[in-house]
């Protein structure tokens, strides 16, 4: 696929600051590659309100692909394991009414799957109104093709905010192991947004299972980190 941008799309909108980011900083050695269930039972231990709220979700830890020549393994690679730096962070997309209730889990320390992760002090992160915008996680079924799912897609983005979507890619496939089983999820990337679309999008989402990070967008900052699956 061609796809050539001329200049930034950034656009100069004011955000609504009714759905946010909670981004907590973190300590924590190791991290288990498909950390995504045991990370939101843990979370939601604390937060139990987050599974049925229609806008929050929980983000999954990544860390940076690059370090000292690391890459991200395969998510079948049962031992494999993430390496989170000082600069990682864990972060709950939430309502603004919440922002207190969810701002008590700082200094808890949560047990995934037997690794350690202490959550530090948070700040509050508006969405950004962006011409391009991407999630690593939407749920797929494993025999669905890539044009029956950006079908699916289209179709879904046209029923929930009445938008017709002109620009859209999708990417590598990823694995999210659960006790009923593996789910399986496409990332996306979807262009050529006007500030009021980009941001409704953010804060509505795509999809289910976003406790387990999916459906959740954020800005894009490059085809080739969907296309490397990130």
Not at 47 to 59: C, K, S, T
Not at 69 to 86: H, K, T, V
Not at 196 to 213: D, F, M, P
Request: a positive charge; glycine letters at 6%.
């Amino acid at each position: 696929m061609f796809w050539e941008e001329d200049e930034d799309k950034t656009l100069p909108y004011v955000a609504p600051e009714d759905v946010i980011d909670l981004v907590f900083s973190i300590k924590c050695k190791t991290l288990p590659l498909n950390h995504a269930w045991a990370l939101s039972r843990e979370i939601l231990k604390h937060l139990p309100w987050i599974e049925n709220d229609p806008v929050a979700g929980i983000h999954q830890i990544h860390v940076a692909e690059s370090n000292n020549g690391w890459m991200r393994p395969d998510d079948n690679e049962e031992s494999a394991l993430l390496y989170p730096s000082r600069r990682t962070k864990m972060a709950l997309r939430i309502p603004i009414e919440q922002f207190k209730s969810t701002e008590k889990i700082c200094n808890i320390t949560l047990n995934i799957d037997g690794h350690s992760l202490l959550i530090g002090s948070a700040k509050k992160k508006l969405f950004t109104n962006t011409s391009v915008i991407s999630s690593r996680y939407i749920l797929s079924d494993l025999n669905e093709s890539e044009d029956d799912f950006l079908s699916r897609t289209a179709k879904e983005l046209k029923k929930k905010i009445n938008f017709k979507v002109k620009k859209m890619l999708c990417g590598k496939t990823h694995s999210i192991k659960t006790p009923n089983g593996i789910l399986t999820t496409r990332s996306l990337m979807i262009a050529d947004l006007d500030s009021e679309t980009s941001i409704k999008i953010q804060q509505l989402g795509l999809g289910k299972k976003r406790e387990l990070g999916c459906g959740l967008f954020l800005p894009h900052k490059g085809i080739k980190s969907l296309n490397a699956g990130e």
